[in-house]
């Protein structure tokens, strides 16, 4: 075991399990790895959430918290061989013009960098997808180049476009759909993020890869028709598994 979690009671029907409090990749497929393991074997729960470093076991009904957590320990100890479907990196499309990238400016200036190095460092970066919440398909995503770190905004925005492209923290994300919220903004994706029509309502999932490919003002909108179309096909390629 390369971990200790450790468990508490969570309300009266949950039990939330804690790893050590950082973003990091061996702690998400840890936590992944006993996700699955805890869905494959107790038929008595109704859902299995996770975040950065915890994760959330809902049963249907009350139970023994003693109990449980020595089934949890057990199936920590001894997880399920069982093969996850593999990761994939996904290429988002990014217009980060200046009308899209409406805090491109400023960001630039407090960094001391220009615009095109700022959207360099966000572009090459590959990031790894850790949960999806927030919003439904918002990613959230570990690797930003620790130049681009910066405060969320003091004043939140009380509405943020679809597709905005930005950066809070230690962190950047797409804001799936028409939002308030509180990062700074360096761009627009024109792609869906969040379908509830199709089987796989987002298209990424936990570990697996994105990275944000830059795209001109008509590349934009090209990209936006074939959204609406139902003709756009997203890049992506398997990257184990």
């Known amino acids: 075991m390369k971990f200790q979690p450790k468990y508490q009671r969570f309300g009266e029907c949950a039990i939330l399990v804690e790893w050590p409090a950082k973003i990091d990749k061996d702690i998400l497929s840890d ?6 393991s805890v869905e494959n074997r107790l038929k008595h729960i109704v859902e299995v959430n996770t975040a950065y470093h915890s994760l959330l076991v809902v049963y249907k009904n009350h139970f023994s918290f003693e109990e449980e957590v020595g089934r949890l320990k057990e199936i920590y100890r001894n997880p399920s061989e069982i093969k996850p479907r593999p990761s994939r990196l996904w290429k988002i499309p990014v217009c980060y013009d200046d009308d899209f990238g409406i805090d491109l400016d400023a960001l630039s200036k407090g960094k001391k960098l220009s615009k095109k190095e700022v959207v360099q460092m966000h572009s090459k970066a590959i990031y790894t997808v850790y949960f999806i919440g927030f ?19 003091a004043v939140p925005r009380l509405k943020i476009e679809k597709g905005a492209v930005a950066i ?39 570990l697996d890869q994105v990275q944000f490919v830059p795209i001109s003002r008509s590349g934009y909108e090209d990209i936006k028709t074939l959204v609406k179309e139902g003709l756009y096909q997203m890049e992506s390629e398997v990257i184990d598994g």
């Open 168 to 206: 809070g923290g230690g962190q950047t994300g797409v804001y799936p759909s028409e939002s308030p919220g509180g990062w700074h903004i360096i761009g627009n994706s024109p792609i869906s993020f969040f379908d509830p029509h199709k089987e796989q309502p987002c298209f990424a999932s936990a």
């Open 31 to 36: 936590i992944l790895l006993f996700k699955f």
């Open 135 to 153: 919003l439904p398909g918002f990613l959230y995503l570990g690797g930003l180049d620790e130049t681009l770190h910066i405060p969320r905004k």
